[in-house]
């Protein structure tokens, strides 16, 4: 509760970086028989951003429907937004057809990422 009553609050992005700070080898994210701590994550979501940013051209503000699988690809580009100050609509990977069309007008995003096996 004092953390939401901060003024500005307290985000996930916040308490990730603090993790990532004090213990950049400690163990986040473990996917098949890889490791990934939260030094890998944070370099790869800055690598995620300065990408995002220089080659997509976002600027904060910009919401992005991210289409991707359950992977660890969905943790650093979520966190890369979040550095960029882009809100994210989580689109299902499962949704098809009218469904999808209709969650990505909802979403009113200005850019979809997307793996290539997503688009089918």
């Not at 996917?31 to 995620?48: C, L, P």
Request: glycine share 4%; hydrophobic share 40%; charged share 20%.
């Amino acid at each position: 509760q004092r953390r939401l009553k901060r003024q500005p609050p307290v985000t996930l992005l916040d308490v990730f970086q603090e993790h990532a700070r004090h213990q950049p080898r400690r163990p986040l994210l473990r996917f098949q028989d890889e490791v990934y701590t939260y030094e890998d994550v944070e370099r790869r979501s800055n690598r995620a951003a300065r990408f995002f940013s220089r080659h997509l051209g976002l600027q904060p503000g910009q919401t992005v429907a991210v289409f991707l699988p359950n992977e660890p690809t969905y943790i650093w580009t979520w966190l890369a937004l979040a550095k960029l100050g882009c809100p994210m609509a989580c689109l299902n990977c499962n949704v098809r057809g009218r469904a999808l069309r209709h969650a990505l007008a909802a979403a009113q995003a200005t850019l979809i990422l997307a793996s290539p096996g997503e688009w089918g």
